[in-house]
RNA sequence: CGGAGCGUGGCGCAGUUUGGUAGCGCGCCAGUUUUGGGAACUGGAAGUCGCAGGUUCGAAUCCUGUCGCUCCGACCA
């Protein structure tokens, strides 16, 4: 492609709508531009470097035998009730009216199509295991879309789907889903490590994250240095908090005025009470009905352990007026002592607690010398409580550590949730009809070019890996007169390379060096043969990798010294 | 949904407090001089100041409403 014939709107200074440096990049290196929040436009050098992405993607899913289809991305909603999806999907679920007024969705994804197919045509154990995946357009109401590609309300995802006949086909499929999405955040030049994660409300099943660190990540990961172990924090857990909790012999518990004590703080700072010695009551709304939840006064909830214990996602904080409703006191002097009828959810690290203070149900009054098992009624104890920083790994007992990450991909064992709901059953040797076992695995395409670009770049811009550069090579011609010497030799190596199946920008607009030089390190191309009539009168052109030291050599070597370059740069 | 902020040529911004001829930088067009790291000079084009009402002799500026965008929050009692 010749620069001057192409569309690359690059830009000097950074757009006011652009937060973090991948999405400002993205803009700047005139690879998107905005249609409005959450909706984007690829332009050709932002579409060339997703159509590589998709590639990857794709060639390692044909490779471990994935089947590429294209579903609906407007869906009927029947399907969705089917599953039950309808309801518990709703808030990310678009609708759209016919002009019979007849409702439809767009697909967030597409457990139901697939299993609707999947349904109709395999009966018997002898057409499985199959796996299908696509890469598709997804629609999703996100709450909040942000930071450019990252979180957005249509996005470009590969969703697989694997169906087999029994447990240890479908392990072998996750296997086979895990390692190839190894091989392809590898090949697209990213860091990306394996989490273990959070399986939501369907509780039980296997899953894996992968996760690209970065500061700018959404999620966070709780990781050994070692390696032997990392979660996503939703689902992590440690050997315990570093303080144990208090098992004093202790007296019937007794309440004490504590006026003003609104926090654990308030009641640590006052009252000499740590921390680690107070239980912490919270008060959830699950579908409808209160339930209260334990923690030390210490810790934290994780949300997603109470969604996993409550078994369902529809939860949430309770506001003032349903507190005082349900316990009778404010926020502050909550507790859970003497209370029947409502499930309280301890969390484990309060077993065998004694000597503990809590709110009393009582403005300003607190209870002290609380032992946990005696004066509460708990009706589950579970992990509920968010692991931090320092504490014990489960696996080496060294100090974990947190960090934020990105999630680019998920896989996912289903189980027979969807089979089950749509009917998607086989006979079996035997002739009994069972359920077909699922997984489902899925790459966030578009979010995983963003990711590589928030990993590669530097303050000229971004540095593309060679495997999902728009272009590999940029031909920098500094005199565009077509007649001239370096025009000429420009031309040569732009047709020799393309030869050589090499993908090649030539920079032949009649624009001062110095812009021709910035834009190509702002877009990024791995490799840059700058051809200009000072160096060329000395019988040299100049190869120059957009990190790295600047080859000179004559005008006879530089194919051969760019491809030796390609050659010894390429990912994965 | 709650909170905060912002909407002024393509982009980045000033002007709004205190109403009185719509500005600056970048980019764009033309010309001259430049010519290896985002050139200089001269001359241009381009904006119903998000939109709709209202107040006023007069509104980018004040009032009301509305739309859009950005950020934070929607665990920690």
């Not at 060339?48 to 471990?64: G, P, Q």
């Not at 590669?456 to 272009?471: F, L, N, Q, R």
Request: hydrophobic residues 40%.
């Amino acid at each position: 492609m010749r620069w001057s014939q192409t569309f690359i709107p690059t830009m000097k200074e950074t757009p006011a709508e652009a937060e973090i440096i991948s999405h400002k990049l993205l803009l700047r290196a005139g690879l998107v531009r905005r249609l409005t929040g959450g909706l984007y436009t690829f332009l050709p050098l932002g579409l060339r470097a997703l159509r590589k992405v998709e590639n990857i993607v794709r060639e390692e899913m044909n490779r471990a035998g994935a089947l590429e289809v294209f579903m609906p991305a407007l869906q009927p909603p029947d399907i969705w009730a089917r599953s039950g999806r309808l309801e518990t999907a709703k808030e990310v679920l678009f609708h759209v009216k016919d002009r019979a007024q007849k409702e439809w969705v767009l697909g967030p994804t597409h457990e139901e199509v697939i299993t609707t197919l999947v349904a109709d045509e395999f009966n018997s154990y002898r057409q499985l295991p199959v796996n299908f995946y696509q890469i598709q357009t997804k629609f999703r109401d996100e709450i909040r879309p942000r930071f450019g590609l990252m979180r957005a309300k249509e996005f470009i995802m590969k969703d697989a789907y694997s169906f087999d006949a029994d447990d240890e086909s479908a392990n072998a499929s996750y296997q086979r889903m895990y390692d190839a999405y190894a091989r392809i955040f590898k090949r697209c030049g990213l860091r990306a490590i394996p989490v273990q994660a959070d399986t939501g409300v369907m509780g039980g099943a296997h899953s894996h994250e992968f996760m690209v660190p970065a500061e700018t990540g959404e999620n966070e990961v709780v990781y050994c240095e070692s390696g032997d172990y990392a979660a996503n924090i939703e689902k992590a857990t440690s050997q315990g908090p570093a303080a144990t909790t208090p098992s004093d012999d202790c007296g019937p518990a007794e309440k004490f005025e504590t006026p003003g004590v609104k926090t654990i703080e308030d009641l640590a700072k006052s009252f000499d009470v740590a921390a680690e010695r107070q239980i912490k009551t919270l008060i959830y709304i699950a579908e409808d009905k209160p339930v209260i939840v334990l923690l030390r006064g210490d810790d934290q909830l994780e949300e997603a352990k109470l969604g996993g214990v409550l078994g369902t996602a529809t939860f949430r904080t309770a506001g003032d007026a349903e507190i005082v409703k349900v316990l009778g006191a404010k926020p502050g002097s909550l507790g859970a002592v003497g209370i029947e009828g409502i499930p309280v959810y301890a969390d484990e690290v309060l077993r065998g607690g004694s000597g503990m203070v809590t709110g009393a149900n009582d403005d300003d009054h607190h209870l002290r010398n609380v032992n946990v098992e005696r004066d509460i009624v708990v009706s589950e104890w579970a992990n509920l409580r968010k692991v931090q920083a320092c504490e014990l790994c489960i696996e080496t007992g060294q100090p974990l550590k947190i960090r934020r990450a990105i999630e680019v991909g998920h896989v996912f064992k289903l189980g027979t949730k969807y089979s089950e709901a749509l009917g998607a059953t086989f006979l079996d040797e035997n002739g009994k009809s069972l359920p077909s076992i699922m997984g489902c695995y899925g790459i966030g395409v578009t979010r995983t070019l963003q990711a590589v670009i928030e990993q590669c770049h530097d303050e000229s811009g971004v540095i593309w890996p060679t495997s999902v550069a728009p272009y590999e090579v940029c031909i920098t011609a500094l005199d565009v007169e077509p007649e001239s010497k370096v025009m000429k030799l420009a031309n040569r190596l732009y047709d020799e390379l393309q030869a050589k199946g090499v993908d090649v920008i030539l920079d032949d607009r009649p624009a001062r060096p110095g812009i021709k030089f910035k834009d190509s390190e702002l877009a990024g191309f791995p490799l840059r043969i700058g051809i200009g009539e000072r160096s060329l009168a000395k019988g040299s052109v100049e190869i120059k990798p957009r990190v790295g030291e600047m080859i000179l050599c004559s005008p006879d070597e530089a194919l051969g010294q760019a491809l030796d370059w390609l050659e010894a740069n390429q990912v994965g």
